[in-house]
C-alpha cells in the first residue's frame, strides 16, 4: 500500500517563502518518478516539477523555475519529497498535491502519475 502525505501548507504573505514536504510509505522502491502539481480556485491541476528518482533530473513548468526547487531525501526506511517555494504570488494559491509514478517519464507530465496525496493548500496573501 502506498501513501502520500503532504504538509506544510497554510497562509503566506505575497513575497515570502515556504516549504512542503511529502512523506512517502509503502513500496516506495517502486517509485521511478515524482511531482508536485497544483490546483488553483476554479482551475485544473497541472504539473509544478517532477524529479526522476533514479538521477535525480528534474522538469521544472516554465512558470516556476527559478522560484522552485524540489528536492528529495531517501533514508533506509523513508522517501521525502521537498519544495521549496519563495517570492510567492497570489497567483500562487492552490492546493498542492504530491504524487508518484512507478513510469520514469511520467516526471515531465507526459505521463500519468498513479498515487496521489491528499493536497496541502497554500494561500498566498496580498
Known amino acids: 500500500q502506498v501513501q502520500l502525505a503532504e504538509s506544510g501548507g497554510g497562509l503566506v504573505q505575497a513575497g515570502g517563502s515556504r516549504r512542503l514536504s511529502c512523506a512517502a510509505s509503502?513500496?516506495?522502491?517502486?517509485?521511478?518518478?515524482m511531482g508536485w502539481f497544483r490546483q488553483a480556485p476554479g482551475k485544473g491541476r497541472e504539473l509544478v516539477v517532477g524529479?526522476?528518482?533514479?538521477?535525480?533530473?528534474?522538469?521544472?513548468k516554465p512558470n516556476y523555475e527559478g522560484r522552485f526547487t524540489i528536492s528529495s531525501d531517501e533514508s533506509k526506511n523513508a522517501l521525502s519529497l521537498y519544495l521549496q517555494m519563495n517570492n510567492l504570488e497570489p497567483e500562487d494559491t492552490a492546493v498542492y498535491y504530491c504524487?508518484?509514478?512507478?513510469?520514469?517519464?511520467?516526471?515531465?507530465?507526459?505521463?500519468?502519475?498513479?498515487?496521489w496525496g491528499q493536497g496541502t493548500p497554500v494561500t498566498v496573501a496580498t
Open positions: 509503502g513500496r516506495t522502491l517502486s517509485f521511478y518518478s
Open positions: 524529479i526522476r528518482m533514479s538521477d535525480g533530473s528534474a522538469y521544472y
Open positions: 504524487a508518484a509514478s512507478r513510469d520514469s517519464n511520467a516526471y515531465t507530465g507526459q505521463r500519468d502519475f498513479e498515487y
